[in-house]
């Protein structure tokens, strides 16, 4: 009867500790997060940025800059989802890897770097020929960001 009693103790303990650790973004609380790497409050839905990692810890930015620096001293193969707001659809978290991003003076993000993310190219190339500035892939900004 004991050892019943152990196994069912056991058993949901391992899966509470598997509920627990769900691997998946949590929304920002925009005014009430703060940045992970600066510690400004999150406030800015057209800038704001994400990563979890592969154990389902959370970490959330205020600016794209902050989760690239922040990045600059991890693994990234150490992370399970990273994320960045889509200029074009404010509050919409996209895939970082995969967005195409804009650095244009023109349009101011929180720190400065006036660094802002789409979801595709083709918006991209419109932000452009809107706004000015440059076009960055995911790899070829972090590699403009460490050059400062």
């Not at 930015?61 to 200029?87: G, M, R, T």
């Amino acid at each position: 009867m004991k050892s019943s009693i152990y196994k069912s103790i056991i058993g949901l303990t391992i899966l509470l500790l598997t509920i627990s650790c769900k691997v998946e973004p949590q929304p920002i609380e925009y005014g009430k997060d703060q940045c992970n790497f600066c510690v400004m409050n999150i406030v800015d839905k057209t800038h704001a940025a994400q990563y979890v990692t592969k154990k389902g810890k959370q970490f959330k930015f205020d600016a794209i800059e902050c989760l690239v620096n922040d990045l600059s001293e991890k693994n990234e193969d150490d992370l399970a989802i990273i994320l960045v707001a889509d200029y074009a659809d404010p509050g919409k978290m996209i895939d970082a890897k995969t967005a195409t991003y804009l650095i244009s003076p023109k349009i101011k993000s929180p720190m400065g770097a006036n660094l802002s993310a789409v979801s595709s190219k083709e918006k991209a190339t419109e932000l452009l020929q809107k706004f000015s500035g440059e076009l960055y892939t995911w790899e070829t900004l972090k590699k403009r960001l460490s050059d400062k």
